[in-house]
């Protein structure tokens, strides 16, 4: 890696985790598409799971009292066993029809939000059947499974405060089980994985610290326009890569 790309890193990172510390959620969605230009995929996305996961640990340190534990727990079952799914696939399925579908389906949900369009009304918990099934199967083949749970919880909690704790507690879990999941497959045991892990900690900190100032002045309203435009970025991306050789 040069100089310039090691800067290109930097301020991609910082964006993305500046985002997480506003709304709880989108760090992945924005630096693995992105980083995925410089570095081979297999390098990135286990990468930002470690940073994911000890950015989840910090977020609940803050936002513990926050978190609605019930609507985790109707999640995680189902979310084991996709992670399950999607490691067990994750080298031989065809991933670019995939892609196709999880960005259509990520780009519609973030034009609603974006627009306001998005009903008000809670949905039924029953559908965290298959929010829990897809998020984990997508989290472990393409390391952006947040978009599921996002629209999920965003229609269970209206309350910014316990969205945003609730997302980081839900994906503290799920990211424990994914490194669990990712080093049995030696994903995480690559040259150089510890000297970039070492190099993004500090900038992951900056963006969470100036997120979260950020976070607390940001209304609910906000907050989904922001995460409906996660949400476009982050379809617009995996369209993007369906077109490419992975």
Same mark, same amino acid.
């Given at each position: 890696?040069?100089?310039?790309?090691?800067?290109?890193?930097?301020? /991609?990172?910082?964006?993305?985790?500046?985002?997480?510390?506003?709304?709880?959620?989108?760090?992945?969605?924005?630096?693995?598409?992105?980083?995925?230009?410089?570095?081979?995929?297999?390098?990135?996305?286990?990468?930002?799971?470690?940073?994911?996961?000890?950015?989840?640990?910090?977020?609940?340190?803050?936002?513990?009292?926050?978190?609605?534990?019930?609507?985790?727990?109707?999640?995680? !079952?189902?979310?084991?066993?996709?992670?399950?799914?999607?490691?067990?696939?994750?080298?031989?399925?065809?991933?670019? !029809?995939?892609?196709?579908?999880?960005?259509?389906?990520?780009?519609?949900?973030?034009?609603?939000?974006?627009?306001?369009?998005?009903?008000?009304?809670?949905?039924?918990?029953?559908?965290?059947?298959?929010?829990?099934?897809?998020?984990?199967?997508?989290?472990?083949?393409?390391?952006?499974?947040? !978009? !599921?749970?996002?629209?999920?919880?965003?229609?269970?909690?209206?309350?910014?405060?316990?969205?945003?704790?609730?997302?980081?507690?839900?994906?503290?879990?799920?990211?424990?089980?994914?490194?669990?999941?990712?080093?049995?497959?030696?994903?995480?045991?690559?040259?150089?994985?510890?000297?970039?892990?070492?190099?993004?900690?500090?900038?992951?900190?900056?963006?969470?610290?100036?997120?979260?100032?950020?976070?607390?002045?940001?209304?609910?309203?906000?907050?989904?326009?922001?995460?409906?435009?996660?949400?476009?970025?982050?379809?617009?991306?995996? /369209?993007?890569?369906?077109?490419?050789?992975?």
């Amino acid at each position: 890696m040069t100089p310039e790309t090691y800067l290109v890193a930097f301020f /991609i990172l910082l964006f993305a985790y500046f985002l997480r510390g506003i709304t709880g959620f989108g760090s992945s969605l924005i630096a693995i598409p992105l980083l995925a230009h410089f570095m081979p995929l297999t390098f990135v996305v286990p990468m930002v799971l470690v940073l994911d996961f000890l950015a989840s640990l910090v977020l609940s340190r803050h936002t513990h009292l926050q978190v609605r534990w019930d609507e985790i727990r109707s999640l995680l !079952p189902t979310s084991i066993v996709g992670i399950v799914a999607g490691s067990i696939m994750l080298i031989s399925l065809p991933r670019e !029809p995939l892609l196709m579908s999880l960005g259509l389906f990520v780009i519609f949900f973030g034009l609603r939000y974006v627009f306001n369009v998005h009903s008000e009304k809670p949905i039924n918990r029953w559908w965290s059947i298959p929010t829990g099934l897809v998020g984990g199967f997508i989290g472990a083949l393409f390391g952006t499974g947040g !978009p !599921p749970y996002v629209v999920y919880l965003s229609h269970r909690l209206h309350d910014k405060t316990q969205l945003r704790g609730t997302l980081s507690g839900l994906f503290l879990l799920d990211g424990a089980f994914r490194l669990v999941t990712f080093l049995s497959l030696g994903l995480l045991i690559q040259s150089d994985m510890l000297s970039a892990l070492l190099l993004g900690l500090p900038v992951m900190a900056i963006g969470l610290y100036l997120g979260n100032k950020v976070h607390l002045g940001v209304t609910h309203r906000q907050q989904l326009a922001i995460i409906g435009c996660l949400l476009l970025v982050s379809g617009g991306s995996l /369209i993007w890569k369906a077109w490419l050789p992975l």
